[in-house]
């Protein structure tokens, strides 16, 4: 079954053909059951990992000819419009930095204690940290006022850039060391930019 575009149905590991088995077997045996998916799934996959190469033999001849049928649609396909995916626009870096919401201001004051607390701590669970921290931030109207200052100089800076004039280069206070999140920020871009 293709999409509404024409693009030809992806093709079908032979796991997948043997969970799509399991589940038409199932439902023969047991056709008013109503299937619980992740219940279902884990049974399958205890079910495959028990199988020998024998019996997975089968699904895997499924996969191969799945994989011919989808090679041999897909050298005739043609996109709609023909045309290929449109790249991201890549971020000029003189424009100016977005504005930091409340959260990530106070993100930036509160990393430095976490991590001291916590030594070795991956960056997951200081996230993990920040965010139960800021469901009981009593101090929320401080964060919210420093994001709001940043909302307007983000809204200065970016009508002086539109008029093609250089926006200060300035977030929050003018000696805000560079934080994780601008960094990160930065990484994401530059990501955005390669694709």
């Keep these: 079954m293709g999409k509404s575009d024409g693009k030809p149905r992806g093709r079908m ?12 077997e199932h439902k023969k045996k047991h056709p008013n059951d109503t299937v619980v998916f992740t219940e279902f799934t884990k049974k399958c996959a205890e079910k495959w990992k028990e199988m020998t190469p024998k019996e997975k033999r089968r699904f895997e001849e499924m996969a191969e000819k799945d994989k011919a049928r989808y090679e041999r649609e897909m050298s005739s396909y043609v996109p709609v419009g023909g045309q290929p ?3 991201k626009r890549t971020k000029d870096p003189n424009a100016p930095k977005r504005a930091l919401s409340a ?3 106070f993100c930036g004051e509160e990393r430095a204690a976490i991590r001291a607390a916590n030594p070795g701590i991956s960056v997951a669970e200081v996230a993990k940290e920040l965010g139960k921290k800021w469901e ?8 919210e006022q420093m994001a709001n200052e940043d909302k307007a100089r983000y809204e200065r800076d970016m009508a002086i850039y539109r008029s093609g004039g250089q926006p200060g280069v ?4 003018p000696k805000k060391a560079k934080t994780e999140d601008d960094e990160e920020d930065e990484d994401d871009d530059e990501e955005e930019d390669d694709e």
């Design 13 to 24: 590991s032979s796991y997948a053909f043997f969970v799509q088995t399991c589940r038409e």
């Design 85 to 87: 995916k449109k790249r």
């Design 103 to 105: 959260f990530f201001f």
């Design 136 to 143: 009981q931030c009593h101090n929320k109207p401080k964060y």
């Design 170 to 173: 300035a977030r929050g206070s």
